[in-house]
């Protein structure tokens, strides 16, 4: 297997500018821990669609709707045709909604491979322009792949041109579900909405919380999580920075409480990438705009590093 990078300068799709200079923050932290990581990839990277920004949003329900589209299909391109390849990709982006681009694309190379995913967030991100409390789509990407609209608990009224984006974002690689809400195993949730339990709970989708983390150790914990998905083919796993307790990870748009810590973290995602059925890891949310002395993007870059050095130790 051959590893490749994926740059996604995306932040469109969070609630605090900034996050589109993670990746910048990653390899500046690099070379602050005098790394070689940055010069063994040659990186590609996925336009990001930033400049809508700076446009009037029209989409209260779903802020960016149209730049996020954009950056979503650019990613799922991307991740397509690495996939057809046979390569690993390693995506670097900003906000956490081009997840579902990677997904898209990971299933769109293999659709008969049935696909799980390690979800390792302090957010469910499961919410639709139906149910957002914020309009960020970055709390959407789960709802985009698994197609859940969630109208049980529907909150807003979205404009009709807020739905059909809605309906051709779900579309992108295919008018099916990516994923069932069932081959989702979450790690650290704990900041959740009403809606969002409603379908944890209507699909019975495992959480493995942070005092079960700890409790059990960071092995046990990793064995039960691919145990979960023993009958899923391929596994994608996204780390969104937040996961980490909040005393620690400032430097991203949405801390929160009781997470996990440094040494969880990495060595979390070290264990879980050694299973065979891995076939893409990303790492998202990191903001050094919010951040004092890069220190998020700091941890976040040893995180990256031991995963991938881990990854290519059981090649
Ligand atoms: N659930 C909240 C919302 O929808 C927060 C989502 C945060 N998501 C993230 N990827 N950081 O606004
Ligand atoms: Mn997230
Ligand atoms: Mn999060
Ligand atoms: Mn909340």
């Not at 694309?105 to 008969?112: F, T």
């Not at 942070?210 to 150790?217: A, D, F, N, S």
């Not at 059925?277 to 050094?288: F, L, T």
């Amino acid at each position: 297997r051959e590893i490749k990078l994926v740059e996604v300068r995306s932040e469109l799709a969070a609630g605090t500018r900034g996050a589109s200079m993670g990746i910048d923050a990653l390899k500046v932290a690099s070379l602050d821990k005098k790394s070689s990581f940055f010069t063994q990839f040659e990186p590609i990277n996925v336009p990001d669609a930033n400049n809508y920004l700076w446009r009037d949003n029209e989409f209260p329900n779903a802020k960016h709707i149209d730049g996020v589209y954009q950056v979503l299909n650019n990613v799922f391109n991307t991740v397509e045709l690495l996939r057809l390849d046979g390569k690993f990709p390693i995506v670097l982006a900003g906000d956490h909604s081009t997840a579902a681009g990677t997904i898209m694309g990971i299933k769109a190379a293999h659709p008969e491979k049935r696909l799980g995913v390690i979800w390792i967030d302090a957010h469910a991100d499961l919410h639709t322009p139906y149910t957002t409390p914020s309009g960020n789509m970055h709390g959407m990407p789960l709802a985009m792949v698994s197609r859940i609209d969630n109208l049980d608990s529907k909150l807003n009224e979205p404009s009709e041109k807020t739905i059909d984006y809605w309906n051709r974002i779900k579309s992108i690689g295919g008018d099916f579900p990516k994923i069932s809400p069932k081959d989702i195993v979450f790690i650290s949730v704990r900041d959740t909405e009403e809606p969002e339990n409603y379908l944890i709970e209507k699909y019975g989708i495992k959480n493995f919380e942070t005092k079960e983390v700890r409790e059990k150790g960071v092995s046990k914990i990793a064995e039960e999580a691919l145990q979960h998905l023993k009958s899923c083919d391929q596994i994608y796993i996204s780390f969104d920075v937040d996961s980490i307790d909040s005393n620690i990870s400032k430097g991203t748009g949405t801390p929160v409480e009781n997470g996990l810590t440094v040494d969880e973290a990495i060595s979390l995602n070290a264990e879980l990438i050694k299973d065979k059925r891995v076939c893409c890891w990303e790492i998202v949310e990191v903001n050094p705009t919010l951040d004092s002395e890069n220190a998020m993007a700091e941890i976040a870059f040893d995180v990256l590093e031991t995963t991938t050095n881990s990854l290519v130790e059981n090649f």
